[in-house]
Nanobody, 122 residues
Framework: EVQVVESGGGSVQAGGSLRLSCAASGFSFDGFAMGWFRQASGTEREFVSTISWSSASIKYADSVKGRFTTYRDNDKNTVYLQMNNLQPEDTAVYYC???????????????WGQGTKVTVSS
């Protein structure tokens, strides 16, 4: 059974930090790129970051460059999103997903977690 489970969300004031984790099982984690997406209330889901299986290729949305960092530990089947200097505009449900194609397009991702909520207050 394929499982992708996010954790680490919560509430923080502007300027604070959070680290999200995504634990995967049921597929060959080492062979998949892992992406992060987010969806704010009343908006469409948007791309945040993606990291290849080897960590050689990483891409971030312009809105989070310089503030967010994604990295992975293949031995633990886990990918992380370190979020620094959070702003109210970052408030959203954050989703982790896997793909064989390393893409910023959500339609290319095969397996999705249930999401973890991040709330940033001013």
């Amino acid at each position: 059974e394929v499982q992708v489970v996010e954790s680490g969300g919560g509430s923080v004031q502007a300027g604070g930090s959070l680290r999200l984790s995504c634990a995967a099982s049921g597929f060959s984690f080492d062979g998949f790129a892992m992406g992060w997406f987010r969806q704010a209330s009343g908006t469409e889901r948007e791309f945040v970051s993606t990291i290849s299986w080897s960590s050689a290729s990483i891409k971030y949305a312009d809105s989070v460059k310089g503030r967010f960092t994604t990295y992975r530990d293949n031995d633990k089947n886990t990918v992380y999103l370190q979020m620094n200097n959070l702003q109210p505009e970052d408030t959203a449900v954050y989703y982790c997903a896997s793909t064989l194609l390393w893409s910023d397009s959500e339609k290319e991702y095969d397996y999705w977690g249930q999401g973890t909520k991040v709330t940033v207050s001013s």
